[in-house]
């Protein structure tokens, strides 16, 4: 299978492209400027493998490089300039970035074919180089003193809150048949799959009668092209019954997930874990950096304005983003302490 190119520029698009197609499946080619946007709408298995820009007087080429070489989904790109002119400022410059290779016009472009093929293939050789530094620079590791403060904090509330447990438990099961603990699949950090608990507050067939609700949904009016939002929250749910009313105003059904934290699924503060039909919606490397930072109980999006009609998809997702890159000890203790008002809002979520 040939290995697929994006090209960016336009000035020596035409003098290329009759050697690189023969090559090479050309996947697109568009102006610099829109190159990190159409990156950033590629699902993980859609990238390009190599990615030709051409230089521009704007020196937009190293703008976009820059940009592409702080997303660590897209570190395994690989990255030729191309330059209708010799300038040896721009050519300092882009090995600065660690570009793969730099081409001054006129050149042989079977010569830019051999360099791009061994590119390929030298990546294909080297697994295990790629594979250790996805672990370093990729997959997120809770920081030790994290992980121990969410085992004496969960710990401490499982057994001070343990009678709680007991009456919400007794309750739900006078009130409606069915298991008294809901589990459900759900997303979290680098993706892993595991049980997410929660006191089960709707009816027993909840999850059969999603589908004729999806009208229902708050976040109906997203940007993406297929009109599918990636989230679901839906406001007066039918579904939900009267303990669960009250327990999911309270937040009461959501201390099973003490649980969660601490057998290490999860921890007290993070990016929500996502149910399996959300996360399929949100491998796009725009982002899928939410799930490269902690997933936890509160977050971000809790404390700013929770299920609020008008927090729009993209407000959530950039929240769950920023809490990736900038998640600290201090930013926990601030959503925590944030979290309290949070609970007591009269907005149902």
């Not at 009109?227 to 929250?233: C, D, I």
Request: glycine residues 6%; contains cysteine.
């Amino acid at each position: 299978m040939k290995a697929s190119v994006v090209y960016a520029g336009s000035s020596l698009k035409n003098l290329l492209a009759a050697d690189l197609g023969a090559q090479f499946r050309i996947q697109t080619a568009m102006p610099t400027a829109d190159l990190n946007t159409y990156l950033s709408e590629q699902s993980l298995l859609s990238l390009p493998d190599i990615i030709l820009i051409e230089t521009d007087p704007a020196e937009e080429c190293f703008k976009a490089i820059g940009k592409i070489r702080k997303n660590p989904l897209l570190q395994g790109l690989i990255i030729v300039l191309v330059s209708g002119e010799k300038r040896n400022e721009w050519k300092q410059k882009a090995f600065a970035l660690k570009v793969h290779d730099y081409y001054t016009y006129p050149f042989p472009t079977e010569d830019l074919c051999e360099r791009l093929n061994f590119l390929v293939k030298f990546r294909l050789i080297k697994p295990r180089l790629a594979k250790l530094s996805e672990e370093v620079d990729v997959t997120y590791k809770t920081p030790t003193f994290k992980r121990y403060f969410d085992i004496l904090a969960s710990g401490c509330a499982l057994l001070v809150l343990s009678p709680i447990f007991l009456i919400v438990a007794i309750v739900i099961r006078l009130e409606s048949k069915g298991k008294i603990i809901y589990k459900s699949k759900r997303v979290g950090t680098g993706y892993k799959i595991f049980d997410f608990y929660k006191f089960r507050s709707m009816r027993s067939d909840a999850d059969k009668m999603l589908a004729s609700m999806a009208s229902l949904n708050q976040y109906d009016d997203v940007e993406s092209a297929d009109g599918k939002s990636a989230f679901v929250k839906i406001k007066n749910d039918p579904r939900i019954t009267k303990v669960g009313n009250f327990i999911r105003r309270t937040s009461i059904d959501e201390l099973p997930q003490l649980v969660n934290v601490f057998k290490g699924d999860m921890s007290l503060v993070g990016n929500r874990p996502l149910p399996l039909y959300e996360a399929e919606m949100l491998t796009s490397n725009e982002w899928s950096m939410r799930f490269l930072g902690p997933a936890g109980l509160t977050g971000l999006w809790q404390i700013s304005k929770r299920g609020q009609k008008e927090m729009s998809e993209r407000e959530r997702k950039k929240l769950d983003n920023f809490y990736a890159i900038n998640h600290s000890f201090w930013l926990d203790m601030k959503i925590i302490i944030g979290t309290i008002p949070a609970l007591l809002q009269k907005e149902k979520v």
